[in-house]
Antibody
Framework: HLQESGPGLVRPSETLSLTCTVS??????????WAWIRQPPGKGLQWIGY???????SYNPSLKSRVTMSVDTSKNQFSLNLNSVTAADTAVYYC??????????????WGLGTLVTVSS | DIQMAQSPSSLSASVGDRVTITCRAS??????LNWYQQVPGKAPKLLIY???TLQSGVPSRFSGSGSGTDFTLTITSLLPEDFAIYYC?????????FGPGTKVDFK
């Protein structure tokens, strides 16, 4: 089970910050990475990036300059920071578990999603 | 980036129909292709991974096939709860990319 939390409204040029709490399993499971995916209203899905429990990250090049992810294994949480936001960053943000099953990678569990609106 | 295309973009069907959705990658992705179902207002749900392996708990009326660049998702007998948007996603290389989706609605 994954649950996103954070502000639903962010001002333009500020930083969007979200946290995902993982329950029912350890964020330290070596078969999993922890990912963020977003979906603008009425549009498709965009992978933002992932983080491993060790802190290793990978970001979508289209967002890389503005994204930072972190992990807190003691709290079983991972977080997303997206800076210098604009209206184009308005979306439902999902956290998801990225399963690594013998080299096959898939997003097997998703949070419910949280709508973040960028507006003044 | 690997581009993913889906066809059709939408289709109308009836309960009991057989439905086929295709996904094409801009380059070979071996079998690194996953399918998701999204009911409006809900999070996506993993249906198929590795092109043809049914995720645990997913009904057997769903099946996937293909390799290389061309893939298919088939629903053998559509049920009311299957009316949703279906996305393919490649996990062959970073950045992970999704298809634009296929909306399945009532005829």
């Amino acid at each position: 089970h994954l649950q996103e939390s954070g502000p639903g409204l962010v001002r333009p040029s500020e930083t969007l910050s979200l946290t995902c709490t993982v329950s029912g399993g350890s964020i330290g499971n070596s078969h999993y990475y922890w990912a963020w995916i977003r979906q603008p209203p009425g549009k498709g899905l965009q992978w933002i990036g992932y983080i491993y429990y060790s802190g290793t990250t990978s970001y979508n090049p289209s967002l890389k300059s503005r994204v930072t992810m972190s992990v807190d294994t003691s709290k079983n949480q991972f977080s997303l920071n997206l800076n210098s936001v604009t209206a184009a960053d308005t979306a439902v943000y999902y956290c998801a578990s990225l399963r690594n099953w013998g080299g096959i990678l898939d997003f097997d569990y998703w949070g419910l999603g949280t709508l973040v609106t960028v507006s003044s | 980036d690997i581009q993913m295309a889906q066809s059709p973009s939408s289709l109308s069907a009836s309960v009991g129909d057989r439905v086929t959705i295709t996904c094409r990658a801009s380059q070979s992705i071996s079998s690194r292709l996953n399918w998701y179902q999204q009911v409006p207002g809900k999070a996506p749900k993993l249906l198929i991974y590795g092109a043809d392996t049914l995720q645990s708990g997913v009904p057997s009326r769903f099946s996937g096939s293909g390799s290389g660049t061309d893939f298919t998702l088939t629903i053998t007998s559509l049920l009311p709860e299957d009316f949703a948007i279906y996305y393919c996603q490649q996990s062959y290389s970073l950045p992970f990319t999704f298809g634009p989706g296929t909306k399945v609605d009532f005829k």
